[in-house]
């Protein structure tokens, strides 16, 4: 009978160049498990060293997804543990590692292969970790794919309910947060009871952590009361037909700025209450904020229509009757529906400076007009001392603001191959030659998109950025979605900081209130 590995027999050995595939897994398994707790860097070090290794070798689409998880377990050992006062840095690149490979795992085509329930852990791990930095919007649906999966893998059902949880308590509307926080209970209820039928799919501590959950929920919020006032349907969503399939549409697709539409495609979340939270400015200040934010709103509301109108089938529109264009005979995509979803694309994009606009006003940061941008905001301006995070900003200990800081990461990074999303760096690609240069739609096309070769073929575009119909409308739904994750943790962010800044306010004076009415539906419209 052999032997099981120590730590010292395993740094002594030889590596794994002359074992099996299947040993060399096992063995790189193991040295990355004994380096977790003690921290032992030289471990992980060499543990790596071996995973480069691995990815060297003829590896099945299964061992790939495997490589990767542990590769991201071998970094997650290198990140700021709480314990520490670094785990409120910004900037850690240790999870940007992690998160890369975890991404990595999901995004492969072969992710189907991996064993379901190695996918769960990814995928719930992943989670995890966006939910950590602050993006829980983007969290709850990496566990819902998870529990896509196996709906008995409790792990990733806690943390939903976790994570729902945690949003009740950001949000400013007290109702809404104490609806969230009853399905939070729902899901934190399920997970312990799957956690008493399969305790091998997860572990004790998180079992533990849940049960704190569920006691802390059920002391603080009155949970039969909101189930008894709260009806998630019911409500009228249109007039039309065509604003009732649109408003069910943009339902299913977590599309409303309303934070209920994170509990499922429920009528009473058909429409876009989300606001900035009450907020405190110097006397005879206008509401400048409220104006801007009413912009970034309203640019987002109309895009998402846009998209909406864009993708429905249906006959060519009179404006395109009668425009000649030449037939190029590679499967062209022209009409005014393909350039709906153009322009969807761009406002949604255009967004993200906005909001870093809005970021530089409301957190005083310094930034000239002219510099700001949603890659820039975060820095003092080169030139100025390091290139950290602005103190303003570090310091603030703001959640939401953290996870819009990483969104920012994904979409802007200069070293794209150590960024986490393959997809965001597609979006941005994207939006450069949407801007700025040349994108062809086909309806039909073969191979990814982007810049083609000719390869001796006539109707090959090499001048062009190609993209089918299909993927357009893909990274177009996927663009919107994380537009209005932004928005979200702008507003959260806000109401995080105001409550901050009232506690350190120590002045006694009175702050006099000022409410302003809404502008009615019926008054959008040209006079």
């Not at 004790?204 to 569920?214: G, L, T, V």
């Not at 998402?304 to 005979?329: K, M, Y």
């Amino acid at each position: 009978m052999k032997r099981a590995p120590t730590y010292r027999s395993l740094m002594a050995s030889a590596g794994i160049g002359r074992l099996s595939t299947d040993d060399a897994f096992l063995r790189t398994g193991i040295l990355i498990d004994m380096c977790a707790a003690p921290r032992r860097k030289a471990g992980i070090a060499r543990a790596l060293a071996w995973c480069d290794e691995l990815e060297a070798r003829d590896l099945t689409a299964a061992e790939r997804g495997q490589l990767d998880y542990f590769r991201a377990n071998a970094w997650n050992t290198r990140r700021p543990r709480r314990r520490s006062g670094d785990v409120w840095l910004w900037d850690q690149p240790a999870i940007q590692q992690e998160i890369f490979f975890l991404r990595r795992a999901t995004s492969a085509e072969s992710f189907s292969a991996v064993e379901h329930y190695r996918r769960c852990e990814i995928l719930t791990n992943l989670g995890n970790l966006l939910s950590h930095l602050g993006r829980s919007i983007e969290a709850l649906e990496i566990w819902r794919r998870a529990l896509g999966v196996a709906p008995e893998f409790w792990m990733a059902r806690g943390n939903l309910g976790s994570g729902l949880a945690r949003l009740g308590r950001l949000h400013y509307d007290r109702n809404q947060g104490a609806v969230m926080l009853l399905s939070a209970h729902k899901e934190l209820v399920r997970a312990l009871g799957d956690a008493e039928k399969y305790p091998i799919f997860g572990f004790p501590e998180a079992r533990a952590h849940f049960e704190q959950q569920r006691c802390d929920i059920e002391a603080n919020v009155n949970l039969s009361a909101v189930a008894e006032n709260f009806e998630p349907d019911g409500y009228a969503v249109g007039r039309s037909k065509r604003e009732r399939q649109y408003r069910l549409w943009s339902l299913r697709h977590d599309l409303f700025l309303h934070l209920l539409n994170e509990l499922g495609p429920d009528t009473v979340a058909a429409h876009d209450p989300l606001v900035l939270p009450s907020f405190v400015t110097k006397l005879g200040e206008p509401p400048v904020l409220i104006g801007y934010f009413n912009q970034l709103k309203q640019e987002f509301v109309s895009a998402r229509w846009a998209f909406f109108e864009g993708i429905q089938d249906g006959p060519a529109h009179l404006s395109d009757n009668g425009v000649l264009l030449i037939n190029t005979l590679d499967y062209p995509s022209y009409g005014l529906s393909a350039e709906k979803i153009r322009t969807a694309y761009r406002t949604a994009y255009s967004l993200f400076d906005k909001m870093a606009f809005f970021l530089n006003h409301y957190m005083a940061l310094g930034h000239a007009d002219q510099d700001v941008s949603f890659r820039a905001v975060w820095r003092p301006k080169k030139g100025k001392g390091p290139r950290g995070i602005l103190a303003a900003l570090a310091a603030s200990k703001n959640l939401p603001f953290r996870g819009l800081y990483w969104v920012s990461k994904d979409l802007f990074e200069e070293a794209f191959a150590d960024v986490a999303d393959p997809d965001a760096r597609a979006l941005h690609e994207l939006r450069i030659h949407l801007e700025h240069r040349y994108v062809k739609v086909h309806e039909l096309m073969a191979g990814p998109a982007g810049r083609q070769k000719a390869a001796g073929d006539l109707f090959v575009d090499t001048l062009a950025y190609s993209i089918s119909r299909s993927d357009l409308e893909a990274r177009t739904l996927r663009l919107l979605k994380l537009v209005r994750a932004a928005l979200i943790y702008l507003c959260l962010g806000m109401h995080w900081e105001e409550r901050r800044r009232m506690k350190r306010r120590r002045s006694k004076r009175l702050i006099a209130s000022q409410s302003l009415p809404t502008v009615e539906d019926r008054f959008k419209r040209k006079y």
